[in-house]
């Protein structure tokens, strides 16, 4: 079982920046995929990035790259979202998730976090 708890979303203008964690515990992540996907309201939940925990492989959506980035701290067992230039687009429930495959599709994802709120004003 794993337990995902994300952390540090809010409210920022347009052009700002945002870190998001997420911390998680119950088992090692050494074999995991680790994924940050978002839901705007009226929108399905879509990949925003997608790493394996060894880090090899990395998808960032189109709309987010050069501009966001994973990154893990493996002692903490937590994964990070750096959000910079953020936009109003950006605006959705940030959740993050983990796997054991490769994959943008959310349903193939094991666990969720509860979500935390990002909202971008122009």
């Known amino acids: 079982q794993v337990h995902l708890v994300e952390s540090g979303g809010g409210l920022v203008q347009a052009g700002g920046s945002l870190r998001l964690s997420c911390a998680g515990s119950?088992?090692?992540?050494?074999?995991?995929?680790m994924g940050w996907f978002r839901q705007a309201p009226g929108k399905e939940r879509e990949c925003v990035v997608v790493?394996?925990?060894?880090?090899?492989?990395?998808y960032y959506a189109d709309s987010v790259k050069g501009r966001f980035a994973i990154s893990r701290d493996n002692a903490k067992n937590t994964v990070y979202l750096q959000m910079n230039s953020l936009k109003p687009e950006d605006t959705a429930v940030y959740y993050c998730?983990?796997?054991?495959?490769?994959?943008?599709?959310?349903?193939?994802?094991?666990?969720w976090g509860q979500g935390t709120q990002v909202t971008v004003s122009s």
């Open positions: 790493r394996t925990w060894s880090g090899g492989s990395t």
């Open positions: 119950g088992r090692t992540f050494s074999s995991s995929v």
């Open positions: 998730a983990a796997g054991l495959h490769f994959t943008i599709r959310a349903p193939d994802y094991d666990y």
